[in-house]
């Protein structure tokens, strides 16, 4: 089935040190983002790939980047994770922007900053 | 600013039927869109209105005004597996999505 798949599903990490998330998709589909979402709070967009183009959201801050070195792979770096960081972490696709294009999420990595 | 809003919590028994309502003030609208989202899971995709009026969609249905800036979702013939939060998201002129917090629906026997 294709989908969209995230790794790990949960990880914990201590205060400072570097953590990578991973979001692969057999869509093929040629958009891709990275949301936060704390408990009981909508979806924070934090960046975006039109193809190969980065998007990056004004106010994601500067601890996080992200890399897209093909089109089925997607990585979130937290350089430096604060307690404030601990959030689940969404991946999603669609095929276009515009238009009746759903974004399909993965199942989410949930990560705890100690 | 772009702000949607919608209820935090709603109660409703098994077998009825409940509305969710969400209002929005965006920059711009190119369509909504409402998504189920069980606890600890990804946000699942149940309906996406750019037009007025009712799309129907099975147990579920979703009604735009745009003039009103107002949608809602209606479930019918709720299951315990309903329980869940749904949340509205629209997109605006720059075709960026706007989420709302999400209503936890909470389904009662």
């Known amino acids: 089935d294709a989908m969209v798949i995230q790794n790990p599903r949960y990880q914990v990490t201590q205060f400072g040190k570097p953590v990578t998330l991973s979001c692969s998709q057999t869509?093929?589909?040629?958009?891709m983002y990275w949301y936060q979402q704390k408990s009981s709070q909508a979806p924070k967009l934090l960046f975006h790939?039109?193809?190969?183009?980065?998007?990056n959201e004004a106010d994601t801050p500067d601890n996080f980047q992200s890399r897209r070195p093909n089109t089925s792979f997607c990585f979130l770096d937290i350089r430096s994770p604060g307690l404030g960081d601990t959030a689940m972490y969404l991946c999603?696709?669609?095929?276009?922007?515009?238009?009746?294009?759903?974004?399909?999420f993965g199942p989410g990595t949930r990560l705890t900053v100690l | 600013g772009q702000n949607i809003d919608q209820p935090t919590e709603m109660t409703a028994t098994e077998g009825a039927i409940v509305q969710i309502n969400c209002t929005y003030q965006?920059?711009?609208?190119?369509?909504l869109f409402w998504y189920q989202q069980h606890a600890g899971e990804a946000p699942t995709f149940l309906s996406y209105?750019?037009l007025d009026g009712l799309e129907e969609k099975g147990r579920f249905s979703s009604f735009l005004s745009r003039s009103k800036g107002y949608s809602y979702l209606l479930l019918k013939e709720l299951q315990m597996k309903d329980s869940a939060s749904y949340l509205c998201?629209?997109?605006?002129?720059?075709?960026?999505?706007?989420w709302g917090a999400g209503t936890k629906l909470i389904i009662k026997p």
């Open positions: 999603a696709t669609s095929l276009q922007v515009e238009g009746y294009n759903e974004q399909f």
């Open positions: 869509l093929n589909h040629n958009v």
């Open positions: 790939y039109y193809d190969k183009d980065f998007n």
């Open positions: 965006t920059s711009g609208f190119n369509g």
């Open positions: 209105n750019v």
């Open positions: 998201a629209v997109r605006d002129s720059n075709y960026q999505l706007i």
